[in-house]
């Protein structure tokens, strides 16, 4: 154990974005964690990339916050197809020169995305103790979901399907910069850049659902290439001190691809979710009212939901189905009326979300390293079937377990909750009394517990 004092911690925290400009459950994360640790009386930094096409490769500080000026590109869910701008060599000399006067005792890092490995090699070098937590799976997976480019989940370690997956869907080399940008950032809701981005998705989504992986031409190049930005990856996570796994499913992902690393699973929570169990106060109606909560991307399982929800329809069954999150205009009113667009919701409407509806349904295809919107439906006694792949799974699995689903038996557990009602209410009481953590500040003690046992 290294002889720090409980409150005077140097922590740096590297990320590819802070809210509101970067959305999603990471950047969130990382900014309430922050201020959690400030608030304890540590020292709190926040390194972020910049790209930019053309750049000096240096480290400056802009209201507060530091950034790697001509960062390496962020990446996203369809990949990339030039793999060396993503390992280029960043200058030591600015970096060495950040660390020295930053001086921090801790770097946690969240994400590999738009770090270069220089900034770990001179970390060591200075012998700056490391943290990751395993937010994405980025650096296992190029495309950071394991679902290949015909919308399949990837089972395999092969480096020549990684390499026809990015080859398929792999981002033009120019979008991660544009998208990095600040006039984007800006302007991304309004809704003509809205429109050119969903039309830009489905696009690519679709072009690589017409193309088959297996068959798909690569050349030995093109695979070596890729084999190279993994290794470079794989030095990378070398590199780590210790893994923060914020559920057990990332533990055994990234324990199932590098060898000789340790950690600690400790689930994860949010500045914004309180326990609010005892204000559930919904009441069960003639039919079951089930809730998705999620975006309309293929491998966060909504098709398959639907197609589930289709067949109990057939049999006769009534129930809805709310849909929040997203524009769900394509499935509004399907089934007879039972689906509904929701559309999207604030932070301050949690309460009115959860209580219109009986049962979350979370159905990821792909693997979902966490997954907040479970914790926060159980923070207001909202019963939850989860799928296997959703890392918060974990909330569940000691007291709920039978409500972990896989593809092949949701429409079984969906009917056994339509079919007896008295589970919903039986559940919900029983969530009252299990043991959940959702406060912030203690999530802080139990990372600066694990900060001072490295």
């Known amino acids: 154990m290294r002889s720090y004092g409980m409150n005077n911690l140097n922590i740096l925290h590297y990320t590819f974005g802070l809210p509101p400009k970067a959305t999603g459950g990471l950047p969130l994360y990382v900014k309430d964690l922050s201020e959690s640790q400030k608030k304890a009386g540590h020292i709190v930094n926040i390194l972020l990339p910049k790209q930019r096409i053309i750049g000096k490769d240096k480290i400056y500080k802009k209201n507060g916050i530091y950034y790697i000026n001509n960062s390496l590109p962020v990446s996203s869910v369809f990949g990339m197809k030039n793999p060396n701008d993503y390992m ?27 770090l270069p490995k220089e900034f770990l090699e001179i970390a060591k070098d200075k012998n700056i ?15 950071c979901n394991f679902i290949d480019a015909n919308g399949r989940v990837c089972e395999n370690h092969d480096c020549v399907k990684c390499t026809k997956c990015n080859m398929i869907n792999g981002l033009d ?22 429109f050119l981005k969903v039309k830009y998705r489905n696009r690519n989504i679709e072009y690589g659902h017409r193309k088959t992986v297996d068959k798909h031409k690569v050349t030995s190049f093109e695979v070596s290439k890729f084999e190279e930005l993994l290794s470079y990856y794989r030095t990378m996570f070398s590199m780590i001190d210790k893994f923060h796994f ?6 055994q992902v990234f324990e199932s691809y590098l060898s000789n690393i340790t950690g600690k699973v400790i689930s ?33 399982g909504l098709d398959m939901l639907m197609n589930a929800l289709k067949k109990i329809d057939d049999k006769g069954y009534d129930f809805e189905c709310l849909l929040y999150g997203d524009d769900f205009t394509l499935y509004d009113n399907l089934l007879n009326g039972k689906i509904k667009n929701m559309g999207i919701y604030k932070n301050n409407e949690l309460l009115k979300v959860f209580n219109s509806f009986d049962v979350l349904i979370v159905p990821s295809i792909c693997k979902e390293t966490f997954g907040f919107i479970v914790l926060e439906a159980l923070s207001y006694g909202t019963p939850v079937v989860v799928s296997e792949n959703t890392g918060s799974k974990d909330l569940i699995k000691h007291d709920f377990e039978k409500y ?17 009602s008295t589970i919903i209410i039986k559940y ?24 001072l046992n490295l």
């Open 246 to 251: 914020n559920s057990s499913l990332t533990k």
């Open 268 to 300: 994860i929570t949010l500045e914004h979710i309180k326990d609010c169990r005892n204000l559930k106060n919904k009441k069960i109606g003639d039919k079951i009212i089930f809730g998705y909560i999620g975006r309309t991307e293929p491998y966060k």
């Open 404 to 420: 972990i689903t896989t593809n092949d038996s949701i429409i079984e557990i969906i009917l056994e909750i339509i079919n007896n």
């Open 129 to 143: 103790k490391i943290i990751y937590t395993t937010h994405d799976f980025y650096g296992l997976c190029l495309k």
């Open 428 to 451: 919900s009481n029983m969530i009252k009394n299990i043991d959940i953590d959702f406060d912030i500040h203690e999530h802080e003690k139990k990372l600066t517990e694990l900060y």
């Open 88 to 114: 280029r060599s960043y200058s030591k000399d600015a970096i060495y020169s950040f660390l020295t006067s930053v001086h921090p005792d801790i770097i946690h890092i969240h994400t590999l995305m738009g």
């Open 173 to 194: 080399n120019k979008i991660p910069y544009l998208i990095a940008t600040n006039f984007y950032r800006r302007f991304k809701k309004n809704k003509l850049i809205n």
